[in-house]
């Protein structure tokens, strides 16, 4: 059981280039998110997933997008990045309870 | 509008002693806390919740209480280890079709030898 992983770990982005964030998870949990953490915050939740095929808003959307195309997979998509989404973005995944997240991901933007 | 709020960034324990981690919220509508902790360069692991109609709740070394009239929750540890140091987040949680959290800026805690 691999729980839930990021890739990549780590990527530097010009502004204005675009990239994929991919989230997977193997406990056929229904529910899955996407959070950023910046230097002194707590995580703030970015999108989130209630089953394939469904997304929805979190606290701070603007600037990302998100496809839930399978199940086990919650892809976060920066079409335009800006030095503001510069931070560790961490997935996550649950049933009814608790969540598990994945170990981040660390963008940069320049 | 921060709906969860720890006020303290950091805190450092003697090992063996007792850590107490403290949160304020906001929002009245929450159907229960989390704490999570996290390491470095990991992502955060839960460690223990407690329903918003509870007061209490214990799972061994973790208690987690909970004072509704003064929006304030709190984590102890007891006993403190070494492995304990790490960044808690505390967090409220609404079931809304999904669970959303709101989390707290984090509470450095380091537990010294």
């Known amino acids: 059981n691999a729980g839930v992983t990021q890739t990549p770990k780590f990527r530097v982005l010009k502004t204005g280039q675009s990239m994929t964030l991919l989230c997977a998870q193997d406990?056929?949990?229904?529910?899955m998110y996407w959070y950023r953490q910046d230097p002194g915050m707590g995580l703030r939740l970015i999108h989130y997933?209630?089953?394939?095929?469904?997304?929805a808003k979190g606290e701070v959307p603007d600037g990302y997008n998100v496809s839930r195309l399978k199940k086990q997979n919650f892809l976060l998509g920066l079409e335009s990045a800006a030095p503001s989404q510069t931070s560790v973005y961490f997935c996550?995944?649950?049933?009814?309870?608790?969540?598990?997240f994945g170990p981040g991901t660390r963008l940069t933007v320049t | 509008d921060q709906q969860v709020k720890q006020n303290s960034p950091s805190l450092s324990v003697q090992e063996g002693r007792i850590s107490i981690l403290n949160c304020d919220y906001t929002?009245?509508?929450?159907?229960?806390f989390l704490w999570y902790k996290k390491y470095p360069a990991e992502g955060p692991t839960f460690l223990i919740s407690?329903?918003?109609?509870?007061d209490k709740n214990e799972d061994g070394r973790f208690t987690v209480f909970l004072n509704k009239s003064a929006k304030h929750l709190s984590l102890h540890i007891v006993p403190s280890q070494p492995g304990d140091s790490a960044v808690y987040f505390c967090?409220?949680?609404?079931?809304?079709?999904?669970?959303?959290?709101?989390f707290g800026q984090g509470t450095r805690l380091t537990i010294n030898p």
């Open positions: 929002n009245s509508m929450f159907d229960y």
């Open positions: 967090a409220g949680a609404r079931i809304q079709g999904a669970q959303k959290l709101v």
């Open positions: 996550a995944s649950s049933w009814w309870s608790e969540q598990y």
């Open positions: 406990m056929n949990h229904e529910y």
């Open positions: 997933s209630v089953g394939e095929g469904t997304t």
């Open positions: 407690i329903s918003s109609i509870k």
